[in-house]
Structures are given as C-alpha cells and as structure tokens.
C-alpha cells in the first residue's frame, strides 16, 4: 500500500484512512474568572492561517465579535514544510512577523508550552502571555471562548452564535457536518487506499446533497438565525470548487452545482467584514505547494473562474 507522508504518518490508519488527531491543549479562557485563565483584554494572542479552514472560523469569529483590540492576531505563512507553520516576513504574499517573541516556526509555541510535545503543530491557537503558554488549539472550542468570554470588550457582545434555545440543534448538525464534509474532504483527500476514499468521497457528497435538502426549508443550518454552524460549515464550502474539487478528488459535483447551497455560500460570503477574511491566493498556495505527496509539480491552478461579486 502507498505510504503517506510522514506529516500525516501518524494519521493514517492499517486500512489506509486518515484519522485526524486530538487537539492536546484544552484549557478554557473564561468570563467569569473560574479558570486559570481569566479573560482580559490584551492578554490573549491569536495565531492562525487565512488558508486553513480550521483557523479561518476563528477568524470570522474573532472578527463578527469585534475583537480586534482585545484579541491580536497573527497570520503564519500560508505554506508549510517539514517544520510546520512557518512565520512570514510581513508581506502579503507570506505572512506575519511573529509580535510576541520573534519566531520563526509556530512550533516552538508549542514547545514552549510542553517540552514533550510530539505531535503536528496545527492552528488555530490561543496564547497566553501572562503564563507564556499554548490555552487552547481546538478550533471548535477556541470559537465557542470567542463568542462569549470576551463580550466585556468586543464592539458586537450582544452577537451570540451559539444561543442556549439553539444548542441542541447547532450540536447535532455539527456532528454530521463535521464527520462527513469538514473532515470528510480531508479524509477523501489523504486516504491511502481506494476503500478509504470510497468510503469519505461518498460521506462527502451525503453530507453536501443533506445540506441541500435542509437548506430548501430554512435560511440557515440550526434555523433562521445565523449560528456557530453555518461558520464552522462556511469554510469549507469556500474553498470546495477552488480546492477540493481537484486537489482532494471531491469531484462529484461543485458548490456551484448545488443551486440553494451555492445561494446560501454567497450569502455568507457577503456577511459583513467575512468577505475580506477569505484570501484565495493564501488558500490555493496552501494546498497546492503544501501536500507534495498530493501534487508533486507544486503549481497551483489558475482557477476555476468563480464569480463571488453576486
């Protein structure tokens, strides 16, 4: 059987399907002080990367929640090589200069926070500067402490993208859109085997023909108000047709395809302040230049031509 790389070695099982690992840094920052990690304006750092999906959902987060002056922010350059994450040089083709200590690989945050850390160094994550240590790099939860534990000081706290009435519903379609589309590119896109891209290609496309249907019937994907969901969904529809279709081998139908999905990424699209978190130049870089073992020339394609203006 074909080896992986030895970037996802360790996420890759006997039968050939990816298994994607468990995020290790845990804490929570919260608002009432109950933990060791207090929120506090100016005391959290985000690092992050336009072209990851993951990442980008804190971003849009951070960025719906009026965040800005109590929450940096740092973009690492959008390729990476055996070493991981890299910092940029400030340009807008890389990425940022690391503010905080001048790095130069995002994995000595993670050293820094536990020496024994052996694992892929992955974003987004949220630093503390006051005990120098990695809170938290699982992006479901590092959204959930950016829509509520900073309301004290973001301009928009009384935006609330995981509301109480909601949760169970947001919870159930984020466990099916997570296994089947979120991580199902990924799973067809870095299977090993055919049964194993069999099996995610036709998760994909399940989870995607279920949007549809749901979509027909309300605006959104827990109701009529925006949520956590749609976000967390939003990111990997973005990059579907420009990324997935080709470099993933998703390529049953596109987002274009699906006519009330495609109407539905627009309009999500065209939020206010998301358009300009999406930076497509970052994204196909990123995959296309990134996973050799995927596309061994590294040239990133010229399209597909997607009219994102409507």
Known sequence: MPTNTPEFAKETSSDGSFQRQTSVFRDWVTADG????????????????????????????????????????????????????????GSPKTGDVDPLHGWTYLSEAYTASDPEFDARVTVPV???????????????????????????????????LYPEALRPEIDAVNAWVYDLINNGVYKSGFAVSQEAYDTAFAGVFEGLDRVEELLQHRPYLAGEQLTEADWRLFTTLVRFDSV???????????IVDYPTTWEYTRRLYHHEGVAETVNFDHIKRHYYETHRQL??????PDGPAIDWSR
């Not at 990442?55 to 690492?76: P, Q």
């Not at 596309?295 to 990133?300: F, H, K, L, Q």
């Open 34 to 89: 109950s933990s060791e990690f207090p929120a506090e304006a100016g005391r959290y750092h985000l690092y992050a990367c336009a072209a990851c999906p993951w990442a980008h959902r804190a971003i849009i987060v951070r960025e719906l929640k009026g965040l800005h002056d109590a929450i940096g922010l740092t973009l690492v350059d959008p390729l990476r090589d055996e070493q991981g994450w890299r910092f940029g040089d």
């Open 295 to 300: 596309n061994p020339s590294g040239i990133v």
């Open 126 to 160: 949220i630093w503390d500067t006051k005990t120098n240590r990695i809170v938290n790099n699982e992006s479901s939860e590092v959204i959930r402490m950016l829509n509520s534990a900073f309301d004290a000081f973001a301009a928009n706290p009384e935006l609330d």
């Open 244 to 254: 997935y279709v080709g470099h993933f081998k998703t390529n049953l139908r596109r």
